[in-house]
């Protein structure tokens, strides 16, 4: 029974040890049983890394940002780039030079990438190439002059940045530097980006702890991960991106420590994916919604493509039950199909399901050493399939908002539970069903679009007096976001005129494409607009 007394919900699974290492030594602890495997490639150039050489050359390159860069223990670095071979070795090499790793989305425009440079004091920007003129133009925005080092491999270096391809080759530096890096369990490792339950994006600081113990609690019973050995390695597909929790935590960091192979695709393209699927002879599929649609309903997507594959997980937003019904009807019968749930503050899997039961609209169970509440708006813990707001516990849960007393009073409760601001209910055998948002965070594609932000964007443009942004459903995103607007007196602007102006300053899947002119936003006594009612 995972019901305790108290109306606390367990996890079925046995409790788990987190080893007592920061996560760059938890990712090589095994390297000496696969050096030679391939741990990352890219799906479209092909461009490879055994495990020994992923290790050498972010060792390299931790020793070249000390003695070059001075980089010290806990300063930040910033990582901006689609998933390329490189990802991984610059995150861990920055580690390993004691600092703390903030990803920026690679599709972010200047004024994004800007916002997010200025909250984390960043010291040093490692870019894909193809970024730099962006991440220049946010720099000077931010009126900000830090080195860039370009992940330039085989292509040309920009001006006025440092080639990453010529410090990962300095095999003949003097790696002893690193022996004054003092990073400690407890220590920050990736600052990541999440607006939590309201307001504008904040820094949630995920130690190695929180890395290594989610790392952990994927290897459960039900989910036994078929780890390296001589004569197998399981090959993953890694599209999602690194810089989101999702394909951080659950593809480079948990796959890399068991010694998989990580195949890399810059971007979710049908054919370049369907392609990679087939050459590679993927085995576990990491997906979000729109790609369980995209494999159920796309004619170019036939049974020849699951083949190898033996498992397909799905998370990061609500997943209708037609969508995986469609898909699963493509796939062969030993392929299985799991549901994780999560946020990026618990590191981020919470809850996993079980394939056996086929209840595949549930996100499953609490993950190992997690523990779940049903709470009403008083908090008080509600009982079996009673539906309320879900609080998570655990040695996943996240440190904190960085420098955010109130956001992390509002937020971590006492005792360590943290508010998701996702309603659910618990069946009696301890299965989550997520079955609404209490927080006014979008979800389009799985991707985070907080409408603060949105709005913080419309209230800049010269006609609007005030705005307010709701997400309403979609089809093929899940959900889109829609703007409310109130005009100044005597003030017009158009539908497209909107559209444009939002456009320019936020990344394509934040765009707003629906917009509604509106007499006054509905508010309450304190000032809060009224969600819900817009919807
Ligand atoms: P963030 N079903 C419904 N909603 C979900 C699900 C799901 N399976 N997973 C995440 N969400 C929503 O920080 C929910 O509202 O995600 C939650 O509060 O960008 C919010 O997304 C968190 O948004 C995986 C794969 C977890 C991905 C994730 C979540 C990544 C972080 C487990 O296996």
Known sequence: ????????????????????MTIVDYVWRNLDKWPSKTAV???????????????????????????????RNDEVVGIISPNVPEYPLVSF?????????????????????????????????????????VLKEALKLAKIDIPIISININQPLPENTISLAELIEDDNIDCSILNIVDRAPEDVAFLLYSSGTTGL?????????????????????????????????DVTM?????????????????????????????KFQPESYLNALLKYRINLL????????????NPLVTPRHFETVHKITSGAAPLPRADINKMLDQCPDNVSFYQGYGLTETSPLATMSDPSNKVYESVGYAVPSVKLRVVDSEMRNLGPDKTGELLIKGPNVMKG??????????????????????IAKIDKTGLVYITDRLKELIKVKGYQVPPAELESVLKEHPAVHDAACVGIPDPI?????????????????????????????????????????????????????????LR
């Open 1 to 20: 029974n995972v019901w305790n007394g108290d109306m606390v919900v367990n996890s079925p699974f046995q409790d788990i040890v987190v080893p007592d």
């Open 41 to 71: 490639v890219c799906g479209v150039t092909g461009r490879s890394y055994t495990y020994e050489k992923l290790y050498k050359k972010s060792k390299n390159l931790a020793a070249n940002l000390r003695k070059k860069f001075n980089i």
């Open 93 to 133: 090499a920055s580690l390993q030079a004691g600092a703390v790793v903030t990803t920026f989305n690679p599709i972010y425009t200047a004024h994004e990438i800007k916002r997010q440079i200025e909250l984390s004091d960043v010291k040093i920007m490692i870019s894909h190439n193809d970024i730099v003129p």
């Open 201 to 233: 994006p904040k820094g949630v600081e995920l130690t190695n702890s929180n890395l290594i113990a989610n790392s952990e609690q994927q290897n459960t019973e039900i989910r036994q991960y078929r780890y390296t050995t001589e004569n197998n390695q």
């Open 238 to 266: 890694a599209v999602l991106p690194m810089f989101h929790s999702y394909g951080l935590s659950i593809l480079m960091l948990h796959k890399l420590a068991s010694g998989l192979k990580l195949v890399t695709l810059p």
């Open 286 to 297: 990491y997906v979000a919604p729109p790609m369980v649609l995209f494999m159920g309903s």
């Open 401 to 422: 908002y960085r420098n955010n007393l109130e956001a992390n009073k509002e937020t971590i409760l006492e005792g360590g539970w943290l508010r998701t601001g996702d």
């Open 477 to 533: 995103t899940g959900e889109r976001p829609k703007a409310f607007l109130v005009l100044k007196p005597g003030a017009a602007a158009n539908h497209k005129e909107i559209v444009d102006f939002v456009a320019e300053r936020v990344a394509p899947y934040k765009r707003i494409k629906d917009v509604e002119f509106i007499e006054t936003i509905p508010k309450n006594a304190s000032g809060k607009i009224l969600r819900r009612m």
